[in-house]
């Protein structure tokens, strides 16, 4: 995949997938109303833009407090309509953050999944529609060997037409009335190939993709793919080195009738996101 190629749709951080949705009846008006949808294949813009070998695309994670349980529900877990990640079990995957991104992993497997998992989630969030947040997040979950060719391919991917095919702004943001929607969940990890200084992590996900809003051309949908993730341990940290992913494992989606337009907005806008953890 290299960042050139053309997609229609949303679909997360990458692959290819099919989805069969049930639409609610009725309100015909509502682009997530009216008939069922005929099952489709979509291709992400995600993987347009993020998947050529060294990268993905990215949601922004919640701040998490240090490597002291009593910290793990963060600063605004007492604040009312704040929301704040969830306390991890085990041993304490993350010991600081570099901005909002989870750094300072156990150099162990279980460090390498837990750092594989929440650079997953980060590369495939709408943060990564932002220049300057993109960046910065380029910069804080890649090895510096890699970060300035990696920032020179993501710049030349994100271009004003790519945005337009998204029915984004230049800019990368929504239109007036619509929410971006990019969300990667994490369903498990893996090592495939550890060693003192390396690992090879495989995180199977789903992610949720689209413009959420009243007469929106690109509905919010889901697509499941596992991404393949080279880290190096570096500058005390494991980063990543290179990745790549494939499509599925897929389920057989269920009979669950499709919500309108304004219950998915408010859901994007009322559930936060998690700090992962093996």
């Known amino acids: 995949m290299s960042p050139g190629d053309e997609h229609d749709s949303f679909g997360g951080v990458g692959g290819s997938g099919q989805t069969r949705t049930r639409l609610p009846e009725g309100n015909s008006g509502d ?3 009216g008939a069922r949808r005929p099952v489709r294949s979509s291709r992400s813009l995600i993987t347009v833009v993020g998947v050529v070998v060294l990268l993905v695309a990215a ?4 701040n998490r407090g240090g490597g002291d349980p009593a910290d793990a529900a963060g600063p605004n877990s007492d604040t009312p309509g704040k929301t704040a990640p969830t306390a991890a079990t085990g041993v304490p995957p993350v010991t600081g953050k570099n901005g ?9 497997e279980q460090g390498a999944q837990s750092a594989a998992t ?3 989630v980060a590369l495939g969030s709408v943060e990564m529609f932002n220049a300057d947040r993109r960046r910065e997040i380029v910069r804080a979950v890649h090895a510096p060997a890699v970060v300035e060719d990696l920032l020179k391919k993501f710049d030349a991917s994100y271009t004003a037409e790519l945005m337009a095919s998204a029915g984004l702004n230049e800019d990368g943001t929504a239109p007036s009335g619509m929410i971006l929607v990019a969300r990667t969940i994490p369903i498990g990890a893996k090592v495939r190939d550890y060693t003192d200084n390396s690992a090879t992590v495989e995180v199977w996900c789903t992610s949720l993709g689209g413009l959420a809003g009243t007469g929106s051309t690109k509905p919010v949908t889901s697509t499941w793919f596992t991404i393949t993730e080279k880290l190096t341990w570096v500058e005390d940290d494991w980063r990543l080195e290179s990745l790549d992913q494939r499509e599925g494992p897929t389920p057989v989606n269920g009979d669950n009738r499709a919500s309108m337009s304004e219950e998915i907005a408010g859901a994007v806008e009322g559930y936060g996101g ?4 093996r």
Do not use: E, L
């Open 31 to 33: 682009v997530y109303g």
């Open 100 to 108: 909002r991104i989870p750094t300072g992993y156990a150099h162990d």
């Open 59 to 62: 949601i922004a994670f919640a």
């Open 274 to 277: 998690f700090t992962y953890a």
């Open 118 to 120: 929440n650079y997953a």
